[in-house]
């Protein structure tokens, strides 16, 4: 079945509550993005789901030269940054997409749906 990464962003100017305007908002948001997370594993789309920590405390690493070279912060200077994501399994993108819709009303986010390289597309990728 294919796979689909479908990544949540929000701000990257933070309150106290990350992305939420209240602790009450974020914990609402945490529970509907639970029983969402409970809906893909029982439905078996679920690959892997997680939050990450923010962007301010990423370390960009370019390892193409002699010696690698570590930077602190994001690769990226944006106003959006991405804040989680889930690895599903769907029949097709319709479904992802469906899917998506409802992580990004439990979670209050923006989610961006890819899919993953798969074999056919990684043989056209080389017959071309």
Known sequence: MPRYLLSV??????TDFGNYSSKEEMLQ????????????ERDGHLVFADGLEPASIA?????????????????????EHLGGFWVIEAADLDEALA????????CRGTVE?????SAES?????ES
């Open 29 to 40: 948001a945490f529970a509907d993005t639970g029983v969402f997370n409970e809906k893909l």
């Open 59 to 79: 370390t960009t690493v370019d390892g193409q030269g002699e010696q690698p070279v570590f930077t602190d912060g994001p690769y990226l200077e944006t106003k």
């Open 122 to 126: 990684f043989a056209t990728l080389l």
């Open 99 to 106: 899917l998506a819709a409802e992580g990004s009303k439990a």
């Open 9 to 14: 962003f929000g701000s990257a100017e933070r």
């Open 113 to 117: 749906v890819r899919p993953f390289q």
